[in-house]
């Protein structure tokens, strides 16, 4: 029998400091708490980590747990936590609007929704100009799927392998990874196609890639010719001809891969599909659930970096920096469709949303979050290149400003995925050590850093050099 692996590693890294003091925890103990999540909690909402953080207290990049120590949040509550835990002025702005106003549904007319509407919308190019307002990503693209079919009255959507574009019976046929998948009928009218992913994927090269960092693949390409993305853009053409009728409802695709572990494609490939998906009557729909806010750097919205306008942009996640909020941005004619009959939403723009939305927006731009996502990224991918330079295991780092992967493998060559059990062991040290990743990825084989945008240079030293410990460790273990 397999022997349980415990961790009581230590490391030379020293935490960054920090004057923030957390409260006291005063609930139940955490032996109840654990109680409780397995009677009360559904089984399929499932915790990280052989011994599960019960977290008290959040402040900006840090979160504390019910003992008091400190860790730095590289995954922000899964890319969500955009501005930093509890940043002051969206606490502030959500307390004042609390007092005054909470829910009257968007049947009548109150300031926040019209502030927050002008304000977003600002932010997107012409004719992008017309938002519809939910709580969830997962609801925004439901909503853009049914939008794109009303509007082409074309039923069938594409989305790439690997995708994940939420958890609804709807959305679910647009999901295209395993674990996410249900025995039930779902996903009529969806079709997925081969996923352009450079590292993993039959074709890629060492110029691909809109990152500081490229894949250890060699290319024989010329100057300004990409044969990977002509041979992906070949396979796209294929399903095109072969597994959907002469006219399409639309195409949707993330502007970096999340859930799959920070995958990007070629660059121009996102340019060429969409020309493909328009000369078939379909509309182009960019999920930016976790890439937009300025979270890539260059830009603010994903499908900047790709040099595209969609059709439609779907929002959430970080929108609201862990307030349940989400969006679909679209064009006036488009939006139409939806209008011919009713379509209502509760919640969707209530004014503690709208007031949230607005101070995140500000949030990003006052403390130069954008900017901070592009110098520290980058800093941070390029620290990561030299550890995948050193250890065989580190297989590829990728990823543009503060959405970062780290796919681990058994060698370089082969690129199996590492086991998942020499994963755990590396994640669970590193938690041991103060720090918090994600994991994504078809085998959860890519450590995914994600953070929130206002983390430092010397919180990615901190990070960077506890991860190095953490593969150390792992090749004493091994050897």
């Not at 600002?122 to 004719?127: G, H, I, K, Q, T």
């Not at 920070?262 to 490939?269: G, L």
Request: hydrophobic content about 35%.
């Amino acid at each position: 029998t397999q022997q349980k692996w415990k961790s009581s590693v230590s490391t030379q890294a020293k935490m960054p400091p920090c004057d923030f003091v957390p409260e006291k925890y005063d609930s139940y103990p955490y032996e109840r708490m654990q109680k409780i999540r397995e009677q009360n909690i559904a089984p399929s909402l499932r915790t990280y980590y052989q011994k599960p953080l019960l977290l008290h207290q959040g402040h900006m990049q840090w979160l504390f747990d019910h003992e008091g120590r400190r860790y730095l949040d590289l995954f922000a509550g899964i890319v969500t936590v955009s501005v930093g835990h509890c940043h002051p002025k969206v606490t502030m702005a959500t307390q004042k609007q609390l007092a005054r106003l909470w829910h009257t549904t968007n049947i009548y007319m109150y300031p926040p929704i019209h502030e927050y509407a002008e304000k977003l919308t600002s932010l997107f190019p012409d004719p992008l100009k017309v938002v519809y307002l939910t709580n969830s990503g997962s609801e925004a693209n439901d909503l853009a799927m049914f939008m794109a079919r009303l509007h082409t009255r074309n039923f069938d959507i594409i989305s790439l392998r690997g995708g994940y574009h939420g958890g609804s019976p709807y959305t679910l046929g647009l999901t295209s990874l395993t674990p996410y998948k249900h025995g039930v009928a779902n996903g009529f009218g969806c079709t997925s196609t081969m996923l352009p992913d450079v590292f993993r994927g039959p074709w890629g090269g060492s110029h691909c890639r809109d990152s500081p960092v490229q894949t250890v693949r060699k290319c024989s390409c010329t100057e300004g010719a990409c044969l990977a993305k002509d041979q992906y853009i070949e396979q796209f053409k294929d399903t095109l001809n072969t597994s959907v009728p002469k006219t399409v409802a639309g195409f949707i695709a993330e502007p970096i891969q999340g859930v799959n572990g920070a995958v990007q494609y070629p660059r121009n490939f996102l340019k060429e599909a969409y020309q493909l998906i328009r000369e078939r009557g379909g509309l182009c729909i960019s999920d930016e659930v976790q890439t937009g806010f300025g979270r890539t750097g260059s830009h603010f919205w994903g499908f900047q970096t790709h040099g595209v306008v969609p059709d439609i942009v779907t929002l959430a996640k970080g929108i609201g920096n862990g307030f349940p909020m989400a969006a679909v941005v679209t064009t006036k004619e488009i939006a139409n469709s939806l209008a011919q009959n009713l379509h209502f939403n509760t919640f969707g723009g209530n004014p503690l949303a709208c007031v949230v939305g607005a101070a995140v927006l500000d949030a990003i731009e006052e403390d130069g979050l954008q900017k901070n996502s592009e110098d520290v990224g980058t800093y941070m991918l390029l620290e990561l290149a030299k550890l995948r330079d050193k250890f065989e295991i580190v297989g590829d780092v990728r990823g543009k400003g503060l959405m970062i992967g780290v796919e681990m493998v058994t060698d370089k060559d082969s690129r199996r995925p590492l086991p998942a059990e020499e994963i755990s062991q590396i994640w669970e040290d590193c938690k041991d050590m103060g720090v918090l990743i994600g994991r994504g990825g078809l085998y959860s084989q890519t450590f995914r850093i994600k953070p929130p945008m206002c983390i430092t240079k010397r919180d990615v030293d901190f990070a960077v050099e506890v991860f190095h410990t953490a593969l150390q460790r792992h090749m004493e273990r091994t050897a």
